[in-house]
């Protein structure tokens, strides 16, 4: 069984810092395309990063670009999303996906249950 849990998220002020883990199990990823997305009350959900879990290259969304780096450790079969000068538009539900092709609403695609981010002002 696939499975993906996210942890990590919390409430943190605004310029603070946080780190997302998404431990991966249930099958081989090496040829993934591995995402974080999330969501916002009342917003449709949004790519925020993703990383090859092969090659480790890597991509943004503009609107994280220089903030926030995702990462991932083979041995621990996690990927990670550290979170710098957060900002309150940063608050959401962050998901993990997994996808061959780096297509996360494709029917291949795995996702984990999301955490809570809060940024406060």
């Known amino acids: 069984q696939v499975q993906l849990v996210e942890s990590g998220g919390g409430l943190v002020q605004a310029g603070g810092s946080l780190r997302l883990s998404c431990a991966a199990s249930g099958r081989t990823f090496s040829s993934y395309v591995m995402g974080w997305l999330r969501q916002a009350p009342g917003k449709e959900r949004e790519f925020v990063a993703g990383i090859h879990w092969s090659g480790g290259s890597t991509y943004y969304a503009d609107s994280v670009k220089g903030r926030f780096t995702i990462s991932r450790d083979n041995a621990k079969n996690t990927v990670y999303l550290q979170m710098n000068s957060l900002i309150p538009d940063d608050t959401a539900v962050y998901y993990c996906?997994?996808?061959?092709?780096?297509?996360?609403?494709?029917?291949?695609?795995?996702w984990g249950q999301g955490t809570q981010v809060t940024v406060s002002s």
């Open positions: 996906a997994a996808d061959p092709a780096g297509n996360w609403y494709g029917r291949g695609a795995y």
